[in-house]
């Protein structure tokens, strides 16, 4: 039985799997990238909205493993000093999601960085190809966290057209295991980018009781929402929404948008007001693929797990074929 996949992004990384963990906010801290590098993936950094000596600290945190890093573009954009930082520690790659990144690829990738681009929609993929980076992650709308209102099944073999053999193409948005990385090959991509699956993990930064809200959490009880951005005052552009677990909060408000919006500043004040393990109000981020997740896992095992799966299934798929 094969151990290994071998595919572009493997290649292109000097990676032993095809399996990058997610730059979730503040989630994927040094500790939990470092675990999933060691584990033969690529793991990033979440830089999120920025902020330099968190930044600073996951470096220390990941040690000698070799990390990544990735942004929220358009937040970046407002302090650009934060991917000088980061560049200075030589990452294994840098990746930008949610905003026109292409001064940053050019700026990474004169600086030597591989570059990743995060995309939700094809005339984006059309933008990330025309800045030539180096790797594009296809974000489908089951993803956990910030994203658009395409389904990846059919985005993903869109993206392979339109960019050809050579490009390197990830995908990402409601995988959590080796059925998803199979998939995924099988629809033209190179690997898997996954968050949900490692924000339940041992590694990842943020309360237990979140992650065990995750493994309980069921799909049908996610939904897209901009209700978490107005709460907790992020500016996000309004054609981004953030996949979640629905809650009282988001029930109350998600169809009543321009209601929140009316009591805005006693309802952020209420929001910030909760206990952290009020989770009828304070947001808990994941995706469709809560369903795939039982358990907290050691990150290593994931890895394992989801390789091991898809290299079983991509080796028994020729049984389908009929012979005659
Ligand atoms: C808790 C959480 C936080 C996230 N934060 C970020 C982020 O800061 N930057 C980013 O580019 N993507 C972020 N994402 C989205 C991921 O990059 C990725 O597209 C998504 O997790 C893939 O779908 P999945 O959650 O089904 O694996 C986040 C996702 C989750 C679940």
Redesign the pocket.
């Known amino acids: 039985m094969p151990k290994r996949l071998q595919t572009r992004l493997t290649e292109l990384l000097d990676i032993e799997h095809p399996v990058l963990l997610?730059?979730?906010?503040r989630?994927a801290g040094g500790a939990l990238a470092a675990a999933v590098t060691s584990a033969g993936g690529l793991g990033l950094i979440?830089g999120?909205y920025g902020d330099a000596d968190w930044l600073e600290a996951q470096f220390g945190a990941a040690g000698n493993q070799a990390v990544g890093v990735?942004f929220?573009t358009w937040s970046l954009a407002q302090r650009p000093e934060l991917l000088d930082q980061v560049i200075a520690h030589s990452p294994a790659a840098v990746?930008f999601?949610?905003g026109d990144a292409e001064d940053m690829v050019c700026k990474t990738r004169d600086a030597g960085v591989r570059t990743i681009w995060?995309v939700q929609r094809l005339e984006q993929a059309r933008q990330a190809l025309g800045a030539g980076t180096d790797i594009i992650?296809v974000?489908g709308q089951?993803?956990?966290?910030?994203?658009m209102d395409r389904g990846l099944m059919s985005l993903l073999p869109a993206v392979r057209d339109l960019a050809g053999d050579d490009q390197a193409i990830v995908a990402?948005?409601?995988?959590?295991d080796g059925r998803g990385l199979a998939a995924a090959l099988m629809l033209g991509g190179d690997g898997v980018?996954?968050?949900?699956?490692f924000?339940a993990s041992a590694e990842a930064d943020g309360a237990e009781a979140d992650k065990a809200e995750l493994a309980k959490a069921e799909g049908d009880r996610t939904v897209r929402t901009k209700v978490f951005d107005l709460a907790r005052g992020l500016d996000w552009p309004w054609h981004y929404t953030g996949r979640v677990v629905h809650n009282a909060f988001s029930e109350k408000w998600h169809g009543d948008i321009e209601g929140l919006k009316g009591d805005l500043a006693a309802q952020q004040a209420a929001y910030a007001g909760s206990a952290p393990d009020d989770f009828e109000t304070r947001v808990v981020?994941?995706?469709?693929?809560v369903d795939l997740i039982d358990s907290v896992k050691p990150a290593a095992e994931i890895v394992q797990e989801t390789v091991a799966q898809a290299a079983a299934l991509l080796s028994g798929a020729g049984a389908r074929l009929a012979t005659e």
């Open positions: 997610a730059p979730m906010d989630i979440g999120g990735g929220i990746m999601s949610f995060q992650v974000q089951e993803a956990g966290g910030h994203g990402a948005g409601g995988l959590a980018l996954m968050g949900t699956r924000w981020i994941g995706g469709e693929a």
